[in-house]
């Protein structure tokens, strides 16, 4: 399962590989249906922790952006 650290090390690791054009990178992962429903719960406590009004309502595509990398998480089609 994909962690917040483990998305920070991808996008720190392509954000310092002068090799890879970062303008306009879009990185999107498929996941399955569970994993990609723990990431969202897991991402949006983490950028909502200490506003409890806020309700947890699971989305489709989950978008972060880091260091201007936009990482896309999609869920598998079956």
């Known amino acids: 399962m994909f ?3 483990t998305i920070l090390e991808i996008a720190s690791e392509i954000a ?3 090799l ?3 303008d ?5 992962y498929e996941l399955d249906e569970e994993n990609h429903k723990k990431l969202d719960e897991s991402l949006f406590f983490k950028i909502n922790k200490g506003k409890p009004h806020i309700e947890f309502e699971h989305t489709d595509v989950i978008e972060v952006k880091i260091a201007g990398i936009l990482f896309k998480f999609i869920q598998k089609k079956i």
């Open 3 to 5: 962690k917040y650290n």
């Open 16 to 18: 310092e590989n002068d």
């Open 20 to 22: 890879i054009p970062k």
């Open 24 to 28: 306009g990178l879009t990185v999107i």
